[in-house]
T-cell receptor
């Protein structure tokens, strides 16, 4: 599985869009990009995943660059409950999770 | 409710004891996993079972032994507990375990964790 790089932390104002970047420059052609989040010490929660095309679901949007070497998770209207650690995983999605990005949504 | 459930939620025990953590999923998934999250919050895979067969076994001490009686259950037994075993253990499941099958992109579903404290 390819390695990912994410910023350690980010802040976002409540109601604004939160854009979380992820670099995965060693991604292979058949590897998916997955995003999970972990709120407090709960179990990680699946958010979204994609291969090449941009994806959207009820939680978020995923934008993958054309060369697939990076992606951005977008929470369109962040709420205080979106404060969590966000993990970007590449590959089978069944490997060790890195440090992730701690997103803090502020009122 | 469809979910991945783990028991117990909290486990406090003394060094040298043997303990088990149970995990069950009713999502119809065929692959289950154990992850360990230590105090630094790093979430590391330990084991993976597909249809009761071990497919991933990371560098984990022999004191840890997973057991899968059927594809809906994956229990974790730990012998001779040590202080360093203190962590939160998460069970997860998915449909398929990789490769180019149609379920290759199936995401993970996690339980809410078991906080193990060894004193």
């Amino acid at each position: 599985d390819a390695k990912t790089t994410q910023p350690t932390s980010m802040d976002c104002a409540e109601g604004r869009a939160a854009n979380l970047p992820c670099n995965h420059s060693t991604i292979s052609g058949n590897e998916y990009v997955y995003w999970y989040r972990q709120i407090h010490s709960q179990g990680p929660q699946y958010i979204i995943h994609g291969l090449k095309n941009n994806e959207t679901n009820e939680m978020a949007s995923l934008i993958i660059t054309e060369d697939r070497k990076s992606s951005t998770l977008i929470l369109p209207h962040a709420t205080l409950r979106d404060t969590a650690v966000y993990y970007c995983i590449v590959g089978r999605g069944k490997s060790t999770f890195g440090d992730g990005t701690t997103l803090t949504v502020k009122p | 409710d469809t979910a991945v459930s783990q028991t117990p939620k909290y486990l406090v025990t003394q060094m040298g004891n043997d303990k088990s953590i149970k995990c069950e999923q009713n999502l119809g998934h065929d692959t289950m996993y154990w992850y360990k999250q230590d105090s630094k919050k790093f979430l590391k895979i330990m084991f993976s079972y597909n249809n009761k067969e071990l497919i991933i076994n990371e560098t984990v001490p022999n004191r840890f032994s997973p057991k899968s009686p059927d594809k809906a259950h994956l229990n974790l037994h730990i012998n001779s507990l040590e202080l360093g075993d203190s962590a939160v253990y998460f069970c997860a499941s998915s449909l398929g375990q990789g490769g180019l099958s149609s379920s290759y992109n199936s995401p993970l579903h996690f339980g809410n964790g078991t906080r193990l404290t060894v004193t």
